[in-house]
């Protein structure tokens, strides 16, 4: 299957995260690799131009995936083992089937911490002030496709897409605070910023419709606060210069087949003021 410019449904996230496309496509997690590390380290991670890269799926149970999957495909995403722990033969037999029809397998207690996290999750935002209302009106899941400028092919998977392209919501968690003021150093941290602006680019590409976006973030522990995001027009002005220099930097990558990492040069580096205070404290204390 060759994934070719437009929007598409019940496409496997696994042959999305492989690529899916005739040319190398940029995504956004590749984008924000090329404006916060190197070309190298995105030619590392790109699993068209990196035979070797592969998608580790971990053993270990991450609630925020099963949580995510849960809330915006349903109960049937989940196959759920009632036992203890993955040890016994049978057990490993019916995890290995589920992860094969893309199911997520999840044991008895983590099910139950599952759902409660995504009950909380539907409360909160039934009641929730945003305008259109989150998660309504559209599909989970879906991909995008298009070509951008400087022929660049670029592809983006959703969490949620209203069917008339005015909003996209995503939908995070965290083990930490998903209160906004302590959220927005997460944000950057992720590149959360850099994937709003190049959804956005994406869907007014394909429909010429510039949608609002949504971040939904909750953090895992009870009570499951949830509190809803978005960036202000400073903020999404920056990313979306981001974006285009990540695509100017991708297109040339391609062009000349050259992914250099850090500058070549030599980089001098200054004394921070912190350090220097540091310092003078323990003069001052050995004196």
Known sequence: MTLTPGIHDAIPSEHYHNGGTTTPSLSASIANLLITKSAAHARANHPTLNPNHKRKESDRFDIGTAAHALLLQGDNIIAIWDGDDWRKKDAQAFRDAARSQGRIPLLADQADDVRAIVSAARQQVSYHTAQPA??????????????????????????????????????????????????????????????????????????????????????????????????????????????????????RCLEEDAWPAYDQRVASIEAPTWEEMRWLERQEVAA
Not at 155 to 175: H, V
Not at 180 to 194: E, F, L, N, Q, S
Not at 226 to 239: F, G, N, W, Y
């Open 134 to 251: 989150l998660f309504t009106d559209g599909k989970p899941e879906q991909t995008l496709v298009w070509e951008d400028d400087h022929g660049v092919l670029c592809r983006a998977r959703l969490d949620w897409l209203r069917d008339d392209y005015q909003a996209i919501d995503d939908y995070k968690t965290t083990s930490a605070s998903a209160d906004p003021d302590r959220w927005t150093r997460t944000m950057y941290g992720i590149g959360a910023d850099v994937q709003v602006a190049f959804y956005e680019r994406g869907v007014e590409r394909l429909t010429g419709i510039r949608p609002v976006f949504r971040y939904a973030v909750q953090e895992t522990y009870p009570p499951y606060a949830l509190s809803v995001v978005d960036l202000a027009p400073s903020a999404l002005e920056l990313a979306r210069d981001k974006v285009s220099m990540a695509i100017v930097r991708w297109a």
